[in-house]
């Protein structure tokens, strides 16, 4: 039976997963050992034992000292969000979001914020087999000390890859493993993180403007019609834009375009 995911439980493995990534060996290690920290402390006791951990593979049997533990913490949450966003779905569904608000010719409506708050949550729930194997791999075995740190970063980065490998090109694959000069590989799992995050971001950018591109081909018959019309009428002076924006408005809200528009992208992405 699995546990419920709590936000306790995954700050530490997220922490330590982008630890593993961009710094390849901590240095200054402490020389006395630090006590082990209790499970029961929460997020300062379990990020304390995955930082002790890390410290003392790669140092000997001496964990990171405090400060540096806290300085990396500290330069770890600065980049946490972009690190986060651009390894899920949340790239794709923002921009198509606001391809279709500047389709219908809307500027700020929805604002900014609802834009964000929508891809998030589409996010969270395209991202939810993903965390679910997170926590099932990873999380719940190191909570019960089955596992260490570094197994829990390893268990916990394989379905993030698997999600990410599926929805990238072998093209975009193939051209930044020629960049690094890496490659050839012998499987999908044996495809580096250096190479498969850009390579991801790639592939997301061009599947969300070629999902663009099909949301404006409606709307820009639209404004070419009522363009047209208003030109054989004489209103020269008049703006089609005022005209065809209640029209757009009518298609999208008859067509139910926020349910397709959604459904369509939680859709788009290969499981």
Do not use: C
Not at 80 to 104: D, E, Y
Not at 153 to 168: N, S
Not at 242 to 270: E, H, R
Request: charged share 10%; no cysteine.
């Amino acid at each position: 039976m699995s546990h419920a995911l709590s936000p306790r439980r995954f700050l530490p493995l997220l922490i330590a997963i982008l630890f593993a990534v961009l710094i390849a060996h901590p240095a200054l290690a402490q020389t006395a050992p630090a006590a082990p920290a209790d499970p029961a402390q929460g997020v300062g006791g379990a990020l304390d034992r995955a930082l002790g951990d890390l410290g003392s593979n790669q140092g000997g049997d001496a964990p990171l000292a405090l400060s540096l533990q806290i300085l990396i913490i500290m330069g770890l949450l600065s980049i946490l969000p972009g690190i986060l966003l651009m390894m899920t779905s949340f790239t794709r569904i923002i921009i198509v979001l606001a391809v279709l608000r500047q389709a219908l010719g809307l500027q700020q409506t929805p604002p900014n914020q609802v834009l964000v708050g929508l891809a998030l949550f589409l996010s969270l729930f395209v991202m939810s087999p993903t965390i679910s194997k997170i926590n099932q791999q990873a999380i719940q075995p190191y909570s019960d000390g089955q596992i260490n740190a570094t197994q829990m970063i390893k268990a916990g980065g394989a379905p993030l890859h698997d999600f990410m490998i599926k929805q990238t090109r072998n093209k975009d694959i193939t051209m930044f493993a020629g960049m690094a000069k890496s490659g050839p590989y012998a499987s999908t799992a044996d495809v580096p993180y250096a190479v498969l995050l850009p390579a991801f971001v790639t592939s997301e950018l061009k599947t969300a403007f070629q999902i663009g591109f099909l949301i404006f081909l409606p709307f820009i018959i639209i404004d070419l019609v009522v363009a047209t019309v208003l030109m054989s009428l004489g209103m020269m002076m008049l703006s089609p834009t005022i005209i065809s924006l209640p029209f757009k408005l009518l298609l999208f809200v008859l067509v139910d375009g926020w349910a397709l528009t959604m459904g369509s992208l939680a859709n788009s992405f290969v499981s």
